[in-house]
């Protein structure tokens, strides 16, 4: 085998018999779910890659090699060489982030392209190492540099890591025992019940889901959506989900019905979705979903419209999350709180962002901590809460770093003991551990978050934030463009990470139009990321305006750059990367910075 460098973007990468042994590795993994021919597809392009015929490399090649399609073979009417890339997008993803995240070789299809892309997982050299375009799922148009701010809407999920609870779990325990000394057994509910007259979590009654009254095929896939939505719905710690509409209470305040109806049209289906406030019938949310069976089979669409469902419904910031948070949020500050209550103070305070609702959501998860101490959900969002007056601290206007560090970290330990495999204590012990310098344990902590609920948008995003700014900018920029393209909260957040993904490719007016689409005022240092960005690009009036509103706004930011950037950037070629932007942009970036 010849052993020659692979070259595929002008930089020094694996060897062809590297290449071969990481291909050999994926492809006998019981983590890579692909079926064979897939595994045919994968074979194929890096096959051809290694011989150096990747030019060759067209959906009409490939769908003739591959899937045996003749020679009248159109792309345009057939996708499915543009589906099985995806497909296998998805599946080499989820390799990556369960049992591949030692692997030293890296490979990848980026997004619009079948030739793969090889590189080094750990790159010794001061190199930036390329991130994607933006992975969108397939029906969503991506953002265009002309445009001012994205319109994505709900598509087709790109990270359909898992395919049953149980596995998920699994998987998110093992990832975690690895560094967490052995926790304490709990229930599946981490939420406590409440006593009579109280808020209790959200729950959701699944209803029947009708089939239109049409042939036996629509009722057999009604009944399979059904159970899939509520396998995908049981990951959510934060609701209750009921699957027996006799049990439910229908003038339970946080009481929803979510109901479904299934049509056929010869190979075409549609599936409709909503979510009704059983206190008084009210229509939340709705959505319709629209698959062609020519084109994927049955139990794809309904793994995959479940899982679009499930996001949409149950998220942080979705519609039940969303629906009259603002109204039972202000319950918390009479001191009666309960853990639902508290629960949308956190999601309210992290949408405002300012001094006064932080301090709301940190007294309402002290007391109902106090009240309800075998609650995980309410230890785990209060560790991020006392984390933010660390990482926001120039927004918020807190103090020190160091006592709200510590007691972040006490509230993730025992949200964490309380429910090892719950997502949200997960993301907790990520995010404490990152901003504690231990990125070993934060991103085992995110990968096994992840694994327990790859539908929660935050968990994701937060993960894919962790990736990128550990320097794992491939798999960690492909996670926050997922995020940005289900429409995560809070809005503009996980864009300042796009920027950054764009910054470090080089790709100077997509960082710019990222960096503009982020919430600006969430966070003193997206301004400082927007300077950065200026600066490389050369725009010194742009630049020094953002210079302005920092040295006004954020006068100990500008004290504690160096700071502040690497703590969050892991790699120093990343800091002085950003750096070189500041630098650039006229700003004097000393060596050292004052505590």
């Known amino acids: 085998m010849d052993t020659a460098k692979i070259d595929a973007v002008g930089s020094p990468g694996p060897t062809a018999e590297e290449v071969c042994r990481q291909l050999e590795r994926i492809l006998a993994s019981e983590e890579f779910l692909s079926p064979d021919r ?3 597809f994968l074979q194929f392009i890096v096959d051809e890659t290694l011989a150096g015929r990747s030019e060759f490399l067209k ?35 989820r390799y990556y982030l ?40 397939e029906n969503i148009q991506p953002v265009s540099p002309d445009q001012l701010k994205p319109t994505p809407r709900p ?63 629509a009722s057999d896939f009604a009944h399979g959506l059904r159970s899939e939505v509520i396998g995908q719905l049981t990951k959510f710690a934060d609701i209750l989900v009921i699957a027996d509409p006799s049990k439910s209470n229908q003038q339970n305040p946080a009481g929803y019905a979510l109901q479904g109806n299934v049509q056929f049209d010869g190979d075409r289906i549609r599936s409709v979705a909503r979510l009704v406030r059983q206190s008084d019938g009210v229509v939340i949310w709705a959505n319709n979903y629209d698959a062609d069976l020519r084109v994927r089979n049955k139990l794809d669409i309904q793994a995959d419209v479940a899982e679009q469902i499930a996001g949409a419904v149950a998220q942080p910031y979705g519609a039940m999350f969303q629906t009259d948070a603002d109204t039972i949020a202000r319950q918390s500050q009479t001191g009666g709180s309960d853990v639902y209550a508290c629960t949308l103070a956190y999601y309210s305070y992290r949408r405002s962002m300012n001094s006064q609702s932080h301090n709301t959501a940190l007294g309402c998860l002290k007391r109902v901590t106090e009240r309800f101490p075998e609650s995980a959900t309410s230890w785990a969002l209060l560790s991020l809460t006392y984390l933010d007056e660390m990482r926001f601290r120039y927004k918020l206007g807190t103090v020190s770093a160091a006592k709200p560090l510590d007691l972040a970290a006490s509230a993730a330990d025992r949200a964490v003991t309380l429910a090892p495999n719950d997502a949200r204590a997960l993301q907790s012990v990520m995010l404490v551990s990152f901003f504690k310098d231990d990125i070993a344990k934060a991103l085992q902590a995110g990968a096994a978050a992840y694994a327990a609920n790859p539908n929660d948008t935050e968990v994701a995003g937060e993960y ?19 995020t940005v393209n289900k429409n ?62 920092l040295n006004a706004n954020a006068p100990e930011l500008m004290r504690n750059i160096r700071r502040e950037v690497s703590i969050r950037l892991q790699r120093p070629e990343d800091q002085e990367r950003f750096f070189k932007g500041l630098r650039a942009s006229g700003l004097v970036v000393d060596t050292a910075s004052a505590e």
């Open 155 to 217: 598509g087709q999920m790109q990270l359909r890591a898992f395919l049953a609870l149980g596995t998920v779990l699994a998987i998110g325990a093992a990832s975690f025992y690895a560094f967490h000394a052995q926790p304490l057994p709990v229930s599946q509910a981490s939420l406590p019940e409440m006593s009579g007259g109280e808020t209790s979590q959200p729950r959701v009654v699944i209803e029947s889901f009708e089939d239109g009254g049409s042939a036996d095929a």
């Open 38 to 40: 897939g595994r045919r």
């Open 464 to 482: 894919g934030l962790r990736l990128a700014m550990s320097g794992k900018w491939q798999s960690g920029c492909e996670l926050i463009s997922n």
């Open 98 to 137: 369960i049992s591949g995240q030692d692997d030293e070789v890296t490979i990848t299809i980026p997004k619009g392209r079948y030739v793969p892309h090889f590189e080094y997982s750990r790159c010794p050299q001061t190199l930036v190492l390329p991130a994607p375009e933006p992975e969108v799922p």
């Open 488 to 549: 995560a909260g809070p809005k503009g957040y996980y864009e300042v990470g796009m920027a950054l993904c764009a910054l470090m490719r080089d790709d100077l007016q997509a960082a710019e139009l990222w960096s503009r689409m982020s919430d600006l005022q969430y966070n003193p240092m997206h301004h400082l990321v927007l300077l950065s960005i200026l600066g490389t690009a050369g725009k010194m009036a742009d630049a020094k305006q953002e210079e302005i509103w």
């Open 59 to 93: 959906a009409f090649t490939i769908a003739n090699q591959v899937f045996g399609r003749e020679v009248s073979f159109d792309a345009q009417n057939d996708p499915v060489v543009r589906i099985e890339a995806g497909r296998i997008r998805r599946a080499l993803e």
